[in-house]
């Protein structure tokens, strides 16, 4: 545990290292540079619920106990993973994707009205997405301390 310290692990939302899983038609967001790190890449919860050909949604729309569950189960041998790096002396460091509704960690999306649109509009926010805040939790109900913060 010695040897770890001083070490860290990022945590980092899929699309941070495969921007091929976002939206399509929207921005990219910031790449992160995983050389030489230690990297635990999470899944997409948002294309494997809803698919590569999705929509774009809010954080309101997921705002739902069924997609809550699912973040859960998809997070937990995830979160077995992290636990044993921090029990091994690693820092934990969780960067989100700025104003997604699943995955950000400081900013989300909101808005979106409900029902057949013209337009689609919405608002970011100060605040986190749905998936990154069952992590949280997680981490937290588990005695992991972690930063979490946007890329």
Known sequence: MEENKGKEILVIGHCLANVSSRLKGIKAPPLVDTKGKNIVQLPCPELIYLGASRREI????LENPNYRR???SLFEPFADMIEQFYQE???????????????GAQTTTVGGPAGR??????DNVVGTGIFYEEIAEELTRRGVLFEMVDA
């Open 58 to 61: 809010t954080r309101d729309q």
């Open 70 to 72: 699912f973040c859960r």
């Open 89 to 103: 002396g690693y820092a934990i460091k969780v960067l989100g994707v700025p104003k997604s509704p699943s995955c």
């Open 117 to 122: 649109v013209e337009a689609f509009t919405h």
